[in-house]
C-alpha cells in the first residue's frame, strides 16, 4: 500500500469515508481472510480488547459474524440483544453505553432500529463505536463486504454495473452499496416498486430503473435486496404474488440478459419473493462468498480502528502464528 | 399606580401609524400618553436615556407553547411569558395541547390568570377546536371566547374531519376570532420526521414531504371561503403553500399567514448528524422553499413572524432522531435572528420588520397592542438593532435550551421591554445618567 490513511475512532457509515479509506479497508481484509481457512482459527491481534455487540434489533448473520471476527483476533466479547434486561427496563442509549464504559470496555458494534443511532453513541462515548446497521441509514460493513466479493469476482469495482433491486427505502444496505461504490468509480442503479424508491435518490447519483427487465439488460452486478414483509401490511406493495412476479429476479428473466450477472443478496432470503432459488443456488449467485467475507472485512474493521497499521496488517497475523 | 416613563430620544418606529423619527416617547399609567420632540418631563417621571435604540411596540406572537399544564419541567406559563420579554415579545397566543388540553373555559381562565399573575407578557389563551384535541367533537367555543381565548387551534395537530374543520369555522363567524391552522395532510406526512429530500435519503430518515403542507393549506383556503371564517395558516413552510395563500387572497379569501424564523432562514441541512435541535413540525425544507417564504414575508404574502416557540426538556432531545419531540424555542432569538438574516440581509427594513413582528399579528388575532398610538397600551420593546451578540441558550430565561442557534452570532438585541407600562425586562441598567453605548 502506498497511501497512508488514517481511520478515525469510529465507523458509522461508508458516506463519510474516502475511496481511499475503502480501499484500504478491502485491502487489508485480505490478509485476514486466510485465518478463516486455519485449522486454528485465532491470532492475538486484539488480545485484552473488551468488545461489547450491542444488538437492539433481531440479528442473526451480522452478530455472528461480528462476534467470529472478533474472537479469532482474540478479543474478549460480551453480547447484550434488545430483549435483554436494562433495555427493556427502558434505560436509554446512553445511560446503557456510559453504564458499558464505566466498566472499562474498548470498541462497542451497535445494531439500533433508529437511524443516526451510531454516530449518537459514537459522538458520546470515547469507545471505537462500529455501526452494525442504524435504521435505514447505514450498514456500512454489509457494504465492505458486498464490495470485497464483487472485487473477487471481476476486474475490480471501477466501472463495474452495480443494480441494487428492492426495497430502496428501508433500505441501510443500499446506502452503504451506493455510498462505496460510487467513491470506488462503480457506475449505480436501483430498481424497485416506485413506492419504494425514495423520492431523491437520483441526487446521490445513481440511475432508476423502474423495471428489473431494465435492470438485467444493463447491469453487471444485481445486489438483490430482502423485502420485508411488513412493508406489504404497510401497503407499500399490494402483494408478495405480485412482487415476485414483476421484480423477482427469476432464471427466465436472466436468461434474457446480454451478459452472466453476478448475484448478490445480504440475507436473510425470502427464496420466491425477491430471489428464485434456481438464481440463488445458481452459479452466478455468491451469496454464501459474501458470508465467508463479512467475517474478514469485520476483522480489517476492528484491526484498523484499533490503531493497526494497514501496511503491517500481513505481518501482525504473522505473528499470531505459534 | 408606576411612575411615568420618558423614553428620551430614541428612533421611534411604529408601523401602524408611518411613524418612523428621533422623538421623545411617554408612557403615563399603563398607557402610551404622547410621542413628540423634547418632551415635557412630569416630576415623578422615570428618564431613560434611549439615545440610538429603537423604541417600538413590543412583539406579538401568535404562536407559542407554554407546557403549562401538564410539563411544567419545559416551561410554565410565567417562565415562557417572562422569556418573551426578554425577546421583547408583549403579547403571545398559548396554544392548547397542554396536558390536559386547553379545551373548556376553566382552563382559559387558568391560563389568563396564570399570565396575569406573572406579570410579565400579556397571556393570551388559545381555546382548542376540538375536546381532548382528538378532532372529533367542538369545543363550547362561545364560552372558551367568553373565559378569554382569543383564537381557536388544534395546533400540534391537523382538524382533519373535513366536515368539523366547516362547522368550526362557520361557527366562529358569531365569535369573531380566527381559527389557527396547523395544516399537514397526516396520510402525506404519516411517520415523517424531517423534510422529504435529498437529504432524508442520505440520513435514512422517514420524510414529509411538502405535499403534506400544501395539500392540507389548499383544503383549509377552500373551507374558509365555503364558510367565510378568519383562517390564520401557522408556520408556513413551503413554496407550494405561498402559491396557494396568494391564490386565496386573490380570490378574497379571509386567510392570513404566518412564518417562524427558523423557517425563514434554516433548510433541512441543518439536520445532518441527526441534530434534533432542527427537528420540527412542520420540518426545515430546501433552500428553494427558505426562499420562496422570505419573499412572501417581504411581499406580504406571509403577513407576519411567529416563533412556534416549542420548549422541551434536554434529556427528550438528547436522544435518537426518531423519538426525539418536535420542537424548538424561539421568544428569546427571534429578534436577533430576523434582523440578522432579514435587515442586515437586506430584505425589510426595521419598520418593516416591526411590522410583521407586532402590527400585523396583533390585527389578526384581534389584540389591543402593537401600536404605540395615544391611548395605545404602554406595551414598548427598545432595542439594540446593531448589537451583535451571541446566542448562549444557557441564559435563556426560559427553562428550555432547545435551540438550533445556539452559538451563533445574532444581530440586534433587546435591551428594556415595557408591559402596560411596567418595565418587566431590564438590560439598559439604571440609564437615567448613563451615556450612549451601555451593555
Given amino acids: 500500500m502506498t497511501t497512508k490513511v488514517e481511520f478515525g475512532k469510529d465507523l458509522t457509515g461508508l458516506e463519510g469515508l474516502s475511496s481511499e479509506h475503502i480501499t484500504t479497508l478491502l485491502d487489508v481484509a485480505e490478509p485476514f481472510k486466510e485465518i478463516s481457512e486455519r485449522a486454528i482459527k485465532k491470532v492475538p491481534i486484539l488480545r485484552g480488547k473488551t468488545i461489547v455487540n450491542l444488538f437492539y434489533e433481531p440479528s442473526t448473520r451480522t452478530r455472528v459474524s461480528f462476534e467470529f471476527a472478533e474472537k479469532r483476533l482474540s478479543a474478549d466479547t460480551v453480547n447484550i440483544a434488545g430483549s435483554s434486561s436494562s433495555i427493556v427496563k427502558g434505560e436509554n442509549l446512553v445511560d446503557t453505553a456510559r453504564n458499558l464504559e464505566a466498566m472499562r470496555i474498548d470498541m462497542v458494534v451497535i445494531r439500533h432500529g433508529s437511524s443516526g443511532a451510531a454516530q449518537f453513541l459514537a459522538e458520546r462515548i470515547p469507545s471505537n463505536v462500529i455501526n452494525a446497521g442504524d435504521g435505514q441509514h447505514e450498514h456500512p460493513t454489509q457494504g465492505l463486504l458486498d464490495m470485497l466479493t464483487i472485487r473477487d469476482h471481476t476486474d475490480g469495482i471501477a466501472g463495474r454495473r452495480v443494480c441494487i433491486v428492492g426495497d430502496i427505502v428501508h433500505s441501510r444496505v443500499a446506502r452503504s452499496n451506493i455510498w462505496g461504490l460510487l467513491k470506488l468509480g462503480a457506475e449505480v442503479a436501483v430498481c424497485g416498486p416506485p413506492t419504494l424508491v425514495p423520492r431523491g435518490i437520483k441526487e446521490l447519483g445513481v440511475h432508476v430503473f423502474k423495471r428489473v427487465e431494465q435492470a438485467i439488460e444493463w447491469a453487471d452486478v444485481l445486489n438483490v435486496l430482502r423485502l420485508q414483509l411488513e412493508r406489504m401490511k404497510a401497503g407499500y406493495i399490494p402483494s408478495l404474488r405480485e412482487y415476485n412476479r414483476f421484480f423477482g429476479v427469476s432464471v427466465a428473466r436472466l436468461e434474457r440478459a446480454p451478459r452472466d450477472i453476478l448475484i448478490l443478496h445480504p440475507g436473510p432470503m425470502n427464496r420466491g419473493v425477491e430471489i428464485d432459488s434456481h438464481v440463488a443456488d445458481g452459479p452466478h449467485s455468491v451469496i454464501l462468498q459474501q458470508v465467508t467475507n463479512g467475517v474478514a472485512v469485520r476483522m480489517a474493521v476492528l484491526y484498523l480502528l484499533a490503531g493497526g497499521s494497514p501496511e503491517r496488517a500481513e505481518a501482525s497475523k504473522a505473528e499470531g502464528r505459534s | ?439
Fill in chain 2, 1 to 439: 399606580m408606576n411612575r411615568p416613563i420618558l423614553l428620551r430620544g430614541g428612533r421611534v418606529i411604529d408601523p401602524s401609524q408611518q411613524l418612523d423619527e428621533r422623538l421623545d416617547l411617554l408612557l403615563v399609567d399603563g398607557r402610551v400618553a404622547q410621542a413628540g420632540l423634547a418632551l415635557a418631563v412630569p416630576d415623578i417621571a422615570q428618564v431613560l436615556d434611549v439615545a440610538g435604540m429603537v423604541v417600538a411596540p413590543g412583539f406579538v406572537d401568535l404562536h407559542v407553547h407554554l407546557r403549562e399544564p401538564g410539563d411544567e419541567h419545559k416551561e410554565t406559563i410565567a417562565s415562557g411569558a417572562r422569556a418573551a420579554v426578554a425577546g421583547g415579545f408583549t403579547s403571545i397566543c398559548a396554544m392548547p395541547n397542554t396536558r390536559p388540553p386547553i379545551d373548556d373555559p376553566a382552563a382559559v381562565g387558568f391560563v389568563r390568570a396564570e399570565g396575569e399573575r406573572a406579570g410579565f407578557a400579556h397571556v393570551y389563551p388559545v381555546g382548542a377546536v376540538s375536546v381532548g384535541l382528538e378532532g372529533k367533537e367542538m369545543t363550547e367555543i362561545g364560552e372558551l371566547v367568553a373565559a378569554g381565548a382569543v383564537a381557536v387551534s388544534d395546533d400540534g395537530r391537523p382538524v382533519w374531519d373535513s366536515g368539523l374543520l366547516r362547522r368550526t369555522m362557520s361557527y366562529i363567524n358569531a365569535f369573531d376570532i380566527p381559527y389557527f391552522s396547523h395544516s399537514e395532510d397526516p396520510g402525506l406526512s404519516a411517520g415523517g420526521v424531517m423534510n422529504d429530500g435529498p437529504v432524508s435519503t442520505a440520513l435514512g430518515l422517514r420524510g414529509i414531504p411538502n405535499a403534506a403542507e400544501d395539500a392540507a393549506i389548499a383544503r383549509d383556503c377552500i373551507i374558509a371561503e365555503l364558510t367565510g371564517g378568519q383562517l390564520h395558516i401557522l408556520h408556513v413552510a413551503t413554496r407550494g403553500a405561498v402559491e396557494i395563500i396568494q391564490a386565496a387572497k386573490t380570490r378574497g379569501v379571509r386567510v392570513t399567514a404566518e412564518v417562524t424564523p427558523h423557517h425563514l432562514t434554516l433548510t433541512d441541512e441543518a439536520v445532518r448528524g441527526y441534530r434534533t435541535e432542527a427537528k420540527m413540525n412542520p420540518p426545515l425544507r430546501s433552500a428553494a422553499d427558505v426562499s420562496a417564504v422570505r419573499d412572501a414575508l417581504v411581499e406580504g404574502v406571509i403577513d407576519c413572524i411567529a416563533t412556534d416557540h416549542a420548549p422541551h426538556h434536554y434529556e427528550d432531545k438528547d436522544r435518537e432522531f426518531d423519538d426525539a419531540p418536535f420542537g424548538i424555542v424561539g421568544l428569546e432569538t427571534a429578534l436577533g435572528v430576523c434582523v440578522k438574516e432579514l435587515v442586515v440581509g437586506g430584505r425589510l427594513d426595521l419598520p418593516e420588520l416591526i411590522s410583521r413582528l407586532a402590527c400585523r399579528p396583533a390585527q389578526i388575532a384581534g389584540l389591543p397592542g402593537g401600536k404605540l398610538a395615544e391611548g395605545s397600551p404602554a406595551d414598548v420593546v427598545v432595542f439594540d438593532p446593531e448589537e451583535r451578540w451571541i446566542c448562549r441558550p444557557e441564559e435563556f430565561l426560559s427553562l428550555s435550551r432547545n435551540t438550533p442557534f445556539a452559538g451563533e452570532q445574532l444581530v440586534g438585541r433587546v435591551v428594556m421591554t415595557m408591559v402596560d407600562g411596567r418595565p418587566v425586562f431590564n438590560r439598559l441598567g439604571d440609564r437615567e445618567a448613563a451615556p450612549s453605548g451601555v451593555r
